[in-house]
């Protein structure tokens, strides 16, 4: 059975950081290129950031570019999305899931929220 | 960017009969492997979203065979043949073509 746990998250102040964790389970981490999705409270639903599989290729929408960092560590089966200067409209349901162009297999999600 | 463009936004449904959902994009989802990356989603309410089609019309493993999905090009339709009282939800439709991968904005069945 595939399992998508994602962690890290918290509360925290404009201009914090932040590291979110998605640990996987049940399919080939190291053969799949995995990506980080959000959702804003009551909004819909936004890519963030895409990593390839070996972790040579990483994609960002511009709304996080050079202040989010997506990484990987395929010996632990772990995406990580680090989250540096963060805003109020960070603030939504961080997703981990496999793939890029359609992906699967979604976590439950961890919540950022970024508040003074 | 590549837009994504829904409608219905809010879809009322009756129970057994059909729905159906329409995707369209600013620019053909076509890609130069042949594919047509097309994706659409289930959010039921407090649930993560999940993938019901793929690649057009390709149903995920335990998702009910009443989803169907077709288009082609720019134009694609999500289709429920007898809505049930667990397809309430939001449906979102994904490009996977192009950077930054794109939602539409969600059509609520109700």
């Known amino acids: 059975e595939v399992q998508v746990l994602e962690s890290g998250g918290g509360l925290l102040q404009p201009g914090g950081s932040l590291r979110l964790s998605c640990t996987v389970s049940?399919?080939?981490?190291?053969?799949?290129?995995m990506s980080w999705f959000r959702q804003a409270p009551g909004k819909g639903l936004e890519w963030v950031s895409s990593?390839?599989?070996?972790?040579?290729?990483?994609f960002y929408a511009d709304s996080v570019k050079g202040r989010f960092t997506i990484s990987r560590d395929n010996s632990k089966n772990t995406l990580l999305l680090q989250m540096n200067s963060l805003r109020a409209e960070d603030t939504a349901l961080y997703y981990c899931?496999?793939?890029?162009?359609?992906?699967?297999?979604w976590g439950q999600g961890t919540l950022v929220t970024v508040s003074s | 960017d590549v837009v994504m463009t829904q409608s219905p936004l809010s879809l009322p449904v009756t129970l057994g009969q059909p729905a159906s959902i329409s995707c369209r994009s600013s620019?053909?989802?076509?890609?130069?492997?042949?594919?047509?990356?097309l994706s659409w989603f289930q959010q039921r309410p407090g649930r993560s979203p999940r993938r019901l089609i793929y690649?057009?019309?390709n149903r995920d493993s335990r998702v009910p065979d009443r989803f169907s999905g077709s288009g082609s090009g720019t134009d694609f339709t999500l289709k429920i043949s007898r809505v049930e009282a667990e397809d309430v939800g939001i449906y979102y439709c994904?490009?996977?073509?192009?950077?930054?991968?794109?939602f539409g904005q969600g059509t609520k069945l109700e």
């Open positions: 899931t496999r793939g890029t162009s359609h992906p699967g297999d």
């Open positions: 049940g399919f080939s981490f190291t053969t799949n290129d």
């Open positions: 990593i390839s599989a070996s972790g040579d290729k990483t």
């Open positions: 620019q053909s989802l076509v890609y130069s492997d042949g594919n047509t990356y």
């Open positions: 690649k057009v019309s």
């Open positions: 994904m490009q996977g073509i192009q950077w930054p991968r794109t």
